[in-house]
């Protein structure tokens, strides 16, 4: 996002933070996708990057050995998230930008609920696959549009985001994104994501479980 596409989206978020969890549980779709993700990549005392976190609510209650980080562009959702995880660490940055050297590197990396603002999918990828131990496991979930090729934008909202698009691709823009950025894919689906009560549609992603392969030696 540009400097004031952040700072609009972070205002959008900070204005219903409080409220996130119970009103956005009617419209999503994919907490469960990612709760069975999570059941099976997350072992004991690894390091767990939850990106676009929010409120922190898709990671907030795994077992208390493993080292959360989540980054959001919102404070408010920050600060949900950290009352909600105190053990948690939570930090303001934008996924266009590389993510710090010196917060290592993460075993798990979930991306899901927020790259509907991602313009360039394939540099967002690579900066998560470069903050991704190998071996790593990823659930990344992207705005997918099958109405024509490559990518393609729509209002995200005329009421609250004016002049902000939701960022779409269809999925051979995703894959190449995806080998771009040096992950090899070992799931895909074409899964609803959250009903847009706006506009009235329920918007789709490509779901995708990912892994950072381990060196060859």
Not at 9 to 17: I, M, Q, S
Not at 196 to 204: N, P
Request: net charge negative; hydrophobic share 40%; charged share 25%.
């Amino acid at each position: 996002m540009n400097p004031r596409e952040a700072a609009d989206v972070a205002r959008y978020y900070d204005d219903f933070a409080p409220h996130y969890v119970p009103g956005w549980r009617s419209l999503e779709h994919y907490g469960p996708l990612v709760a069975d993700f999570l059941l099976r990549a997350v072992t004991p005392e690894c390091r767990v990057l939850d990106v676009g976190c929010g409120p922190g609510q898709l990671t907030r209650d795994l077992a208390p050995d493993v080292e959360v980080t989540g980054v959001d562009v919102s404070p408010r959702m920050l600060d949900a998230a950290r009352a909600g995880r105190p053990a948690g660490r939570y930090e303001r940055h934008d996924f266009h930008d590389p993510l710090p050297r010196d917060w290592g590197r993460f075993d798990v990396v979930v991306a899901v609920g927020c790259l509907e603002f991602c313009r360039d999918l394939g540099a967002t990828l690579g900066h998560l696959a470069a903050a991704s131990a190998p071996g790593a496991r990823l659930l990344v979930g992207v705005v997918e549009d099958r109405t024509g090729p490559g990518s393609s934008r729509r209002p995200f909202s005329e009421d609250g985001l004016p002049g902000v698009d939701m960022h779409c691709y269809d999925v051979t823009a995703q894959l190449a994104a995806v080998t771009a950025a040096g992950l090899s894919p070992s799931s895909y689906r074409f899964v609803p994501a959250w009903r847009h009560d706006e506009y009235s549609y329920v918007v789709r992603y490509g779901l995708w479980e990912l892994t950072r392969e381990l060196p060859v030696r």
